[in-house]
């Protein structure tokens, strides 16, 4: 699992790339987002470990794989992690607004475990 989320690294979209430059390096609220991360059988796009959060990214292949993204997301939640959902077109087009909602997940009260 982690040979695939290394190459998932190396590849990501443009919504990939657009999120993980305004994540990293601690610049919402001081949390620290991982990209890519294997949790289980899954990679998932982008981790707070600090407040258990998922972040995932969807395009359009989304339709094609809602079946399997339900059951993954259902495996995340059993582990004790909460999962956002957004539309690459989302991170695209309305970036700052991703970002609150982001904002808002990771001021939850759910934010005192560690998860790694």
Partial sequence: MDEIAHTFRGLPTEA???LWHRLRRRRIGGFRFRRHVPVGRYVCDFVCPQARLVVELDGSQYFEHAD??????????WQGLRVLRFWNADVLN???EVLVAINAALDAPETSERFD
């Avoid at 399997?68 to 939640?77: N, T």
């Fill in 68 to 77: 399997y993204d339900g059951r993954r997301a259902q495996y995340l939640q």
């Fill in 94 to 96: 309305h970036p700052d």
């Fill in 16 to 18: 990939e790339h657009l």
